[in-house]
């Protein structure tokens, strides 16, 4: 049986366009109708207005080839311009987007593309992108808004959540229309919904996982969280079983009897797959009991009012500064009074030592006295090399001295140089 296109499968995401207009497409495979919304644009800097559904995907093309004709100088009848383009997203008025939205471009020569899954608490508020087209060429700038209305699915959320780790898949490569719609019909012939939708798409990158090495056209591999109304088939069970969870465990490969489906264009890792059933999920939510550790509820906050009494801080600088110099003050007379009014003098000393000690004292000091003047009255001759070749002032050649008036043993080590 050959598969359907992917927007016949239910209304896996919100495919919009820059430049040729904006499609959304309704769900098919319930039997209620396709409804196909274009809005056309013919201004430049005219608003885009896009309506995707919470909880559903949401892609946006920024198509390069939309903005190459906004940037003088334009390109001559038959030239082909390929200038580099890079764009800049944020949110009207903040510097960064919406949690919820995610933009990625590869290269300054290829598309970028704004999505992201849409929450519930964004419902009935437009959200305004405002993007900033940069040609790298000649400087020139450009900006657009991009008007999201985000509006409620009457399915939303679906209960039955599959989360798959495609490993041969970059994130934008899987945004585009006709691989994701492959995808999403590939999980579909597995599942048997009557209802499918693409919830959300994640690079691995954003998951903690590495950049890969740039040989063999390695891949850092996508996450695709799908919804259905159905329970998971017994397929996509099988990776529960203790037999594949061991290999897992193991770091070895599951089987999986549908894994073939997907793997003549998708490399599912289905040790990673998640399967989540919200119809199961208890709500965690359990009453605070007051008890030890944690405080009682002090009411609402009051701040202070803004006519704040003035504060003398006189008494707290005498305090500070009077009380220190009071004690460093008694610390310095105290030490005044012992150095000073407590010594002994030498008068007083030499009453109370003996006669007898005194004289031995004063021959020591005579002694050493005339042993010095003796020292300083020895005539010797100093060898020539200590002796200085310049006058120290003038800079004159000092003569060198003769060794005729001296003994044989005061010889000069080095003779006299002429």
Same mark, same amino acid.
């Given at each position: 049986?050959?598969?359907?296109?992917?927007?016949?499968?239910?209304?896996?995401?919100?495919?919009?366009?820059?430049?040729?207009?904006?499609?959304?497409?309704?769900?098919?495979?319930?039997?209620?109708?396709?409804?196909?919304?274009?809005?056309?644009?013919?201004?430049?800097? !005219?608003?885009?207005?896009?309506?995707?559904?919470?909880?559903?995907?949401?892609?946006?093309?920024?198509?390069?080839?939309?903005?190459?004709?906004?940037?003088?100088?334009?390109p001559k009848p038959g030239e082909?311009?390929?200038?580099?383009?890079?764009?800049?997203?944020?949110?009207?008025?903040?510097?960064?987007?919406?949690?919820?939205?995610?933009?990625?471009?590869?290269?300054?020569?290829?598309?970028?593309?704004?999505?992201?899954?849409?929450?519930?608490?964004?419902?009935?508020?437009?959200?305004?992108?405002?993007?900033?087209?940069?040609?790298?060429?000649?400087?020139?700038?450009?900006?657009?808004?991009?008007i999201i209305n985000i509006m409620?699915?009457?399915?939303?959320?679906?209960?039955?959540?599959?989360?798959?780790?495609?490993?041969?898949?970059?994130?934008?490569?899987?945004?585009?229309?006709?691989?994701?719609?492959?995808?999403?019909?590939?999980?579909?012939?597995?599942?048997?919904?009557?209802?499918?939708?693409?919830?959300?798409?994640?690079?691995?990158?954003?998951?903690?996982?590495?950049?890969?090495?740039?040989?063999?056209?390695?891949?850092?591999?996508?996450?695709?969280?799908?919804?259905?109304?159905?329970?998971?088939? !017994?397929?996509?069970?099988?990776?529960?079983?203790?037999?594949?969870?061991?290999?897992?465990?193991?770091?070895?490969?599951?089987?999986?009897?549908?894994?073939?489906?997907?793997?003549?264009?998708?490399?599912?890792?289905?040790?990673?797959?998640?399967?989540?059933?919200?119809?199961?999920?208890?709500?965690?939510?359990?009453?605070?009991?007051?008890?030890?550790?944690?405080?009682?509820d002090g009411g609402e906050y009051?701040?202070? !009012?803004?006519?704040?009494?003035?504060?003398?801080?006189?008494?707290?600088?005498?305090?500070?500064?009077?009380?220190?110099?009071?004690?460093?003050?008694?610390?310095?007379?105290?030490?005044?009074?012992?150095?000073?009014?407590?010594?002994?003098?030498?008068?007083?000393?030499?009453?109370?030592?003996?006669?007898?000690?005194?004289?031995?004292?004063?021959?020591?000091?005579?002694?050493?006295?005339?042993?010095?003047?003796?020292?300083?009255?020895?005539?010797?001759?100093?060898?020539?090399?200590?002796?200085?070749?310049?006058?120290?002032?003038?800079?004159?050649?000092?003569?060198?001295?003769?060794?005729?008036?001296?003994?044989?043993?005061?010889?000069?080590?080095?003779?006299?140089?002429?």
């Amino acid at each position: 049986m050959q598969l359907p296109r992917w927007w016949e499968l239910g209304d896996p995401c919100a495919w919009t366009g820059q430049g040729r207009g904006t499609r959304r497409m309704s769900p098919a495979t319930t039997g209620t109708f396709l409804l196909t919304v274009y809005t056309i644009f013919s201004k430049v800097h !005219s608003d885009r207005n896009v309506y995707p559904s919470a909880g559903v995907l949401f892609v946006h093309v920024l198509e390069r080839e939309y903005f190459k004709g906004e940037f003088p100088p334009y390109p001559k009848p038959g030239e082909i311009s390929n200038d580099p383009i890079t764009f800049n997203t944020n949110l009207m008025g903040y510097p960064d987007r919406p949690g919820w939205l995610r933009y990625i471009q590869r290269t300054p020569y290829s598309d970028g593309v704004l999505y992201g899954s849409p929450t519930a608490e964004n419902v009935g508020k437009p959200t305004v992108i405002e993007i900033t087209a940069y040609n790298r060429r000649t400087f020139e700038t450009t900006r657009h808004n991009l008007i999201i209305n985000i509006m409620s699915a009457e399915d939303f959320p679906l209960p039955y959540q599959a989360e798959f780790f495609i490993k041969n898949m970059n994130v934008e490569e899987m945004l585009a229309s006709e691989v994701l719609g492959d995808f999403l019909g590939a999980v579909k012939n597995v599942w048997q919904p009557e209802r499918l939708n693409a919830i959300n798409i994640t690079s691995a990158l954003d998951r903690g996982g590495r950049v890969p090495l740039p040989i063999n056209d390695m891949k850092e591999g996508v996450y695709v969280m799908v919804g259905a109304d159905v329970p998971f088939s !017994s397929c996509l069970r099988e990776v529960e079983n203790p037999q594949n969870q061991l290999r897992c465990s193991q770091e070895m490969e599951p089987v999986i009897t549908c894994d073939k489906k997907f793997r003549t264009q998708f490399y599912i890792d289905w040790c990673k797959i998640s399967l989540v059933d919200k119809t199961k999920q208890v709500s965690t939510y359990q009453e605070v009991i007051r008890g030890e550790g944690i405080l009682p509820d002090g009411g609402e906050y009051k701040p202070p !009012s803004d006519s704040l009494k003035s504060r003398d801080y006189y008494t707290d600088f005498l305090i500070t500064l009077a009380v220190p110099s009071a004690v460093a003050l008694l610390l310095f007379l105290i030490l005044a009074y012992i150095m000073c009014c407590r010594r002994e003098g030498v008068e007083k000393r030499n009453m109370q030592t003996p006669d007898i000690q005194l004289v031995h004292h004063s021959a020591i000091q005579k002694s050493t006295k005339e042993l010095r003047d003796m020292s300083k009255n020895r005539e010797i001759a100093w060898p020539l090399s200590t002796l200085p070749v310049f006058h120290p002032v003038t800079g004159e050649i000092i003569p060198p001295l003769h060794a005729d008036s001296y003994e044989s043993t005061n010889m000069p080590l080095m003779q006299t140089q002429q």
